[in-house]
């Protein structure tokens, strides 16, 4: 995916109203009409928050008569989430290595208490 398509994608995923639009897609394509209800907004504010969807290539929008229906288009978010995957690599590696040296530390401590304690019960006997 190149930067800017995927810089588009996540402007796109930038606002609250425009997830909240993917969300509802996400259970099946639906007119304009029925995703403007739940929100407190004019039709034409939904239609350009669907232009900017549409535009990252987040929906594809038809035309079936007076019915224009919306539909997602999952392909950029699964660009992001390869992008994503990268990163969560990264930090899984760096977690595991922080997880190896704690416990070698503890391992450490731990034989240091021992000898400590052996050395302090030696001197008792």
Same mark, same amino acid.
């Given at each position: 995916?190149?930067?800017?398509?995927?810089?588009?994608?996540?402007?796109?995923?930038? @606002?609250?109203?425009?997830?909240?639009?993917?969300?509802?897609?996400?259970?099946? +394509?639906?007119?304009?009409?029925?995703?403007?209800?739940?929100? @407190?907004?004019?039709?034409?504010?939904?239609?350009?928050?669907?232009?900017?969807?549409?535009? %990252?290539?987040?929906? %594809?929008?038809?035309?079936? %008569?007076?019915?224009?229906?919306?539909?997602?288009?999952?392909?950029?978010?699964?660009?992001?989430?390869?992008?994503?995957?990268?990163?969560?690599?990264?930090? +899984?590696?760096?977690?595991?290595?922080?997880?190896?040296?704690?416990?070698?530390?503890?391992?450490?401590?731990?034989?240091? +208490?021992?000898?400590?304690? +052996?050395?302090?019960?030696?001197?008792?006997?």
């Amino acid at each position: 995916m190149s930067p800017d398509r995927l810089s588009s994608t996540f402007a796109a995923l930038a @606002d609250p109203t425009r997830r909240a639009i993917l969300a509802r897609l996400a259970s099946g +394509e639906t007119s304009v009409t029925d995703l403007a209800k739940p929100f @407190d907004i004019s039709l034409p504010a939904v239609s350009k928050h669907l232009k900017v969807l549409e535009g %990252a290539g987040l929906i %594809a929008r038809g035309r079936e %008569a007076q019915w224009r229906p919306c539909r997602l288009q999952a392909n950029p978010l699964k660009d992001i989430a390869d992008w994503v995957e990268y990163y969560r690599r990264h930090w +899984e590696e760096s977690f595991d290595k922080l997880d190896r040296y704690l416990r070698k530390l503890q391992r450490k401590n731990k034989s240091q +208490e021992i000898q400590r304690k +052996e050395k302090r019960d030696g001197r008792k006997t």
